[in-house]
């Protein structure tokens, strides 16, 4: 039986990014044995890549490491693979973690319109993809949840919650502005503001008790 990812309701499909990007064609020869390294180790270096983006942003993250690796050997071995490595997977998850912060918090503040801007603001565009029934779910909920939480914590609730990250990816995400403390207050209080019985009629997900 397949597992699936934590909300998702698709089976984890990982890609097999270094088999497919190959090396004997198109990298020279003395970058193969550094190639064949990476291979050979791909569950351990992907073990880091989750620790460093999480679970649900493991295989984009670990792609665009290997690529970027890549296309590094492709001018030759570096003095340290294994060092030179988590280097390159823990900058590609700062960097995807940061735009993923900022998507959402646009998301948050745009609304629908956020993925017009993607079309004329290239600076914009998506790190995470959706097809148009989610982004019309996670619109609708944004919109729910607005008037129910501050900015900060409907940032904290999507980025904990929804995508799956934790307190310390989200604050050094969001450029050390806050803390992984303020972010774990945030989502408890957006947590308790939910779990009200007021509000959760207002959402439409339970009935006041009479």
């Known amino acids: 039986m397949k597992k699936t990812v934590r909300g998702s309701r698709f089976p984890r499909q990982r890609q097999r990014v270094l088999g497919v990007l190959g090396s004997e064609d198109t990298l020279p020869p003395s970058s193969h044995e550094q190639w064949a390294y990476l291979m050979v180790n791909e569950k351990s270096f992907r073990r880091y ?36 490595a988590r280097t390159v997977l823990r900058n590609e998850a700062k960097s995807f973690l940061k735009a993923l912060a900022v998507q959402r918090e646009k998301e948050i503040l745009v609304g629908e319109d956020t993925f017009l801007l993607g079309d004329a603001a290239p600076f914009v565009e998506p790190v995470v993809h959706t097809d148009a029934t989610q982004r019309a779910e996670m619109q609708r909920l944004f919109e729910l949840l607005s008037p129910e939480l501050t900015e900060q ?58």
């Open 49 to 84: 890549t989750r620790a460093k983006a999480g679970v649900e942003h493991e295989d984009e993250v670990f792609s665009r490491g290997m690529h970027s690796l890549h296309t590094r050997l492709k001018s030759g071995p570096v003095d340290n693979i294994e060092s030179y």
């Open 153 to 210: 914590e409907l940032t904290a609730f999507a980025l904990v919650g929804l995508d799956g990250l934790k307190p310390w990816q989200v604050a050094e995400a969001l450029d050390g502005n806050i803390t992984a403390g303020t972010v774990r207050q945030a989502v408890f209080r957006a947590r308790r503001k939910l779990a009200h019985p007021s509000v959760l009629a207002r959402l439409g997900i339970s009935p006041l008790p009479e």
